[in-house]
């Protein structure tokens, strides 16, 4: 399957090396770029990419509202989130706007076609230094909130082992090998543990797993 990405950057020389590094990927078409949300947005209608390579901070509209209006589509794409290490209050609204992960910008090649890939098999791309800030954002500030102890309290013993490897970015094949079961089991588990929380997404989970004081 070939990977229809769209990437977003204010910055030409950045956003042009994205998408040639991008093209080297056998399974990957550029099918755009953008050079702000609004823009996104318009090019997202128009060329319906099954992946959004997203910066954050831009001016006029962010990454993080243009988020909000790509899930909104009849057909959303998955929105990856291009981040800096200084950006928690960035991170934290990304998640809450469906971003499906980060990825941070001076990361390595191989990690951003991996996290392209993953994003289209509809996972979660938790890089581990974009999710440590995110947890310390998190937990610094909304610590054994009450409506995310309260829905973790409605997991079996194994959920809460699934939510807790999941808060590691584990991913179900990781997780099936930490808990010693099959993956097709792991990924029920993992379904089950986003339905009960009411998650959208692994992201979401792993907030709620901080948040509950469970991790």
Sequence with gaps: MTIRVLVV??????????????ATAGDVDVVGTASDGAAAVRQAHRCDPDVVLMDIRMPGMDGVEAT?????LPRPPAVVMLTTFDLDEYVLAAVRAGASGFLMKDGDADDLIAGIRTAAA??????????????????GTRAHDPAAV???SQLTARERE???????????????GALGVSEATAKTHVSNVLAKLQARDRTQ???IAYTSGLV
């Design 9 to 22: 950057d204010d910055q030409p020389l950045i956003r042009d090396a994205l998408a040639a590094l991008l």
């Design 68 to 72: 909000r209006h790509l899930r909104a």
């Design 122 to 139: 509809g996972d979660t791309i938790l890089a581990p230094r974009a999710v440590r800030r995110l947890v310390d954002h998190v937990a």
């Design 150 to 152: 309260q829905a973790v």
């Design 162 to 176: 699934v939510l807790a490897q999941l808060a590691k970015g584990l991913t179900n094949a990781e997780i099936a």
């Design 205 to 207: 989970a792993v907030v």
